[in-house]
T-cell receptor
Framework: DAGITQSPRYKITETGRQVTLMCHQT?????MFWYRQDLGHGLRLIYY???????DKGEVPDGYVVSRSKTENFPLTLESATRSQTSVYFC?????????????FGQGTRLTVV | GNSVTQMEGPVTLSEEAFLTINCTYT??????LFWYVQYPGEGLQLLLK?????DKGSNKGFEATYRKETTSFHLEKGSVQVSDSAVYFC??????????????FGKGTLLTVNP
């Protein structure tokens, strides 16, 4: 199916464990993004990527690692999970069209760190 | 830097009431403005957008007008329905050099519409 999909939808992990959240898009969009959504903070950008093998930090990158070896995939890894990383994570993609750029979002991954 | 400020809510209305959610912004360059909606358990989806001053974006009965003089993009709907219950995010994409390919979001406003 065309679109952007995230997996898993729900994840519980223990403090200190490594966990990877997956994101896959079928449109061949150049840009991909990872956001976290927390009450009182709205959406905050963690990392973004302008193309395969090009990534850059967003607003809250500490504790996260990303890679983008293929255009369609943009996994987010928590190297050593902490309770403060309990959140809902959204992946998004877009194709740059100047000021008309629209981002398309996945359904989110709810991560709980215990 | 760029920022978006929207009324925090939560907002609770009765069906058929008038809705306004305020949004103001600061940005370098000339931004495009967006409203995204998040229904329960889902990701965000674009509701409407406007790319230049005095443009009006509209969709599903919602409207917002790009006001450059007041740096605002308030969301309105004349008669809300229970199905409009969701979280609404105002966002901007600034048309300046460098990092103009990412959206800056407000904190979101939870709307609950009661029958």
């Amino acid at each position: 199916d065309a679109g952007i999909t995230q997996s898993p939808r729900y994840k519980i992990t223990e403090t200190g464990r490594q966990v990877t959240l997956m994101c896959h898009q079928t449109w061949s969009h150049s840009y991909m993004f990872w956001y976290r959504q927390d009450l009182g903070h709205g959406l905050r950008l963690i990392y973004y990527s302008a193309a395969a093998d090009i990534t850059d930090k967003g607003e809250v990158p500490d504790g996260y690692v990303v890679s983008r070896s293929k255009t369609e995939n943009f996994p987010l890894t928590l190297e050593s999970a902490t309770r403060s990383q309990t959140s809902v994570y959204f992946c998004a993609s877009s194709e740059w069209q100047g000021s008309n750029t629209e981002a398309f979002f996945g359904q989110g991954t709810r991560l709980t760190v215990v | 830097g760029n920022s978006v400020t929207q009324m925090e809510g939560p907002v609770t209305l009765s069906e058929e009431a008038f809705l306004t959610i305020n949004c103001t912004y600061t940005a370098t360059g000339y931004p495009s403005l967006f409203w995204y909606v998040q229904y329960p358990g889902e990701g965000l989806q674009l509701l409407l957008k406007a790319t230049k001053a005095d443009d009006k974006g509209s969709n599903k009965g919602f409207e917002a007008t790009y006001r450059k003089e007041t740096t605002s993009f308030h969301l309105e709907k004349g008669s809300v329905q229970v199905s409009d219950s969701a979280v609404y995010f105002c966002a901007l994409s600034a048309d300046s050099g460098g990092s103009n390919y990412k959206l800056t979001f407000g904190k979101g406003t939870l709307l609950t519409v009661n029958p």
